[in-house]
């Protein structure tokens, strides 16, 4: 479980979170919803401790990650699985060595060991035979699974995922999210998925949390969101064509 | 103001930057990647340049020592301390700081474009120290040799040079780099070399490791690395010629 407690964050003298406050559960897919620029972002990290917050905290099943002395920190972040929006794969390196880099630096593993459970995360991100490709010869779908696939490779306790179907089409968008939402059940993570696609809110958010304008404005799950009076939460979700004709 | 917080930005980073690293084994894959890049990639160049370079200072000397007083081998001479004192260390420097410092401001500077940087932070890992020490390092410990092979082959040019023109007989000109052998000529060359190798490394990896937007500003980070590395070995090159020889 991950507290959020009171965040303040602010760039150069523009406040960009406001008293933000929230709790994303085990084992359950924690969707921060919002429109670009409304500080999901940022909320996200903070979260991983990219950036620092002005005020408030981060509580990672008890312990307050800022106030952790810097040994405990690396530890804590070793618990931490994150799949940046674009993937952020080492181009120099192999998929094989993409999933293998964090094992390289944090286990001391015997390579066969390390050969094999990349080969398990591979496959369980449904990627097979694509070990020796390197991440320019990658589509998009494949980018991310290898993203995740690095990932989980340390068996994370906390997954983030930065909008992790950005760029997709939409079946694969769907795999994405099925993906990440069957690894959330079977590693028992706290997942959080910051994501302003309502299709993967409709499709995987167990609780979701509405930011706009830096403040957290709703908190709710799938259900619920499509039957709000919140104006402004109404305003995001029905922007489209296709959600409202799924309301009426 | 602005060249003070860069100048403490760039403290900084090498505070970070120099630190235990996470894993030796790792790190030691990364040197040896890094010799591959940096140094052995650079081998084609550096022949090629000090090759014409040094005929070209040859036939310059034997133009300028025209005096039938003055011996022919000093033209052997002059070319050599010219290769060793400043030729070598310095401009080839200067094209190493073209050459490398824009490889590693671009490739430091994509990852951080690209989030790759962020990655390498949440997995715990000391992003610094993990991409610039071990450039930092492969730099110091290659460049050298690289300044080494300059001298051999700029002198070789002067040789061949001279050999094929006939302005002065190759045996005077061997006798001219034989001349007055000073072992500290060598030791000063190679301590201005590691300078401007730690000088083009850290530079370029400040400026990689700082860029913020996308491509338009990894090209600029690239261009400012090697603009600032050139100006750096040059009031570094006086510095220290101060320092050492006077």
Known sequence: MIEVKNIFKSFDGQQVLTDV???FEEGKTNLI????????????????GLFNVDEGEVIFDGRCFSELKEKKKKSTRKEMGVLFQGGALFDSYSVEENVMFPLNMFTKMPFEEKQERVNDVLKRVNLINANKKFPAELSGGMTKRVAIARAIAMNPKYLFCDEPNSGLDPKTAELIDELISDLTAEYNMTTVINTHDMNSVLQIGQTIIFVNKGKLWWKGNKKEILETDNPELNEFVFATELTRRIKR | MGLLHTIGDYVVLMAQTFKRPDK?????KQLFIDFQHLGVDSIGI???ISLFVGAIIAMQMAYNISSPLVPLYLIGYTTKQMMILEISPTIMSLILAGKVGSSIASEIGTMRVTEQIDALKVMGINPANYLILPKITASMIYNPILIVFSMVIGLFGGWVAVSITGIVSPVDFVIGLQAWPVPYDIAYALIKTVVFAFIIASVSGYFGYTVKGGSVDVGRASTKAVVSSSILIIIFDLILTQMLLT
């Open chain 1, 33 to 48: 919803i919002g429109q670009s620029g409304s500080g999901k972002t940022v909320l996200m990290k903070c979260c991983i």
């Open chain 2, 46 to 48: 550096v022949a090629f």
């Open chain 1, 21 to 23: 406050s929230t709790v």
């Open chain 2, 24 to 28: 030796g084994k790792v790190f030691r």
